[in-house]
T-cell receptor, first 111, second 115 residues
Framework: QKEVEQNSGPLSVPEGAIASLNCTYS??????FFWYRQYSGKSPELIMS????GDKEDGRFTAQLNKASQYVSLLIRDSQPSDSATYLC???????????FGDGTTLTVKP | EAGVAQSPRYKIIEKRQSVAFWCNPI?????LYWYQQILGQGPKLLIQ????????DSQLPKDRFSAERLKGVDSTLKIQPAKLEDSAVYLC?????????????FGPGTRLTVL
């Protein structure tokens, strides 16, 4: 079992719809959680960070964290074709000083 | 503000040859990371430096990979000898401090092909 699991996709949604991306992790010592966006052939770029249970909203993006269920998600509202990319989930264990990435979910937003 | 610089951008070598990658982090960033990203997978942390000390190198194949960060700024990652399975993109990233992934930025990466 991988430490950070994501559905590989591809996930396809129509323009204007809500895209829902999910991530589960196995390290209960993880304290920080991050979502990155990676366009094809480019480097990852950070889009959201979340540290406590609940929702965190930033523009069209909402990150949700449930530490009891070891689950973190990213919602993208009003999806645009420019959101088409691979979304990487990463978790960080402060005590261990260790960060781990999932393998990503590929999202395609169709016009 | 200048971003993370890496060179070369592309490298093609034959197996058993050696190769080196260079990274210059964002000014003021104390923590530097080297990741290996194989096609279709997420980045895998190879080594993490805090200033010029190693914080984590648990996933670095030490029989063939080595890295250094002299003077706590630039860093080089070396592979000697290379294997076919080393074909990947090598990403350098930096952040203000260890664990501050909210301040982490990636460089453009070096795409390595081992023939």
């Amino acid at each position: 079992q991988k430490e950070v699991e994501q559905n590989s996709g591809p996930l396809s949604v129509p323009e204007g719809a809500i895209a829902s991306l999910n991530c589960t992790y196995s390290d209960r010592g993880s304290q920080s959680f991050f979502w990155y966006r990676q366009y094809s052939g480019k480097s990852p770029e950070l889009i959201m960070s979340i540290y406590s249970n609940g929702d965190k909203e930033d523009g069209r993006f909402t990150a949700q964290l449930n530490k009891a269920s070891q689950y973190v998600s990213l919602l993208i509202r009003d999806s645009q074709p420019s959101d088409s990319a691979t979304y990487l989930c990463a978790v960080y264990n402060t005590n261990a000083g260790k960060s781990t990435f999932g393998d990503g979910t590929t999202l395609t937003v169709k016009p | 503000e200048a971003g993370v610089a890496q060179s070369p951008r592309y490298k093609i070598i034959e197996k058993r040859q050696s190769v080196a990658f260079w990274c210059n982090p964002i000014s003021g960033h104390a923590t530097l990371y080297w990741y290996q990203q194989i096609l279709g997978q997420g980045p895998k942390l190879l080594i993490q430096f805090q200033n010029n000390g190693v914080v984590d190198d648990s996933q670095l194949p030490k029989d063939r990979f080595s890295a250094e960060r002299l003077k706590g700024v630039d860093s080089t990652l070396k592979i000697q000898p290379a294997k076919l399975e080393d074909s990947a993109v090598y990403l350098c990233a930096s952040s203000l401090a260890a664990g501050r992934l909210d301040t982490q930025y990636f460089g453009p990466g070096t795409r390595l092909t081992v023939l």
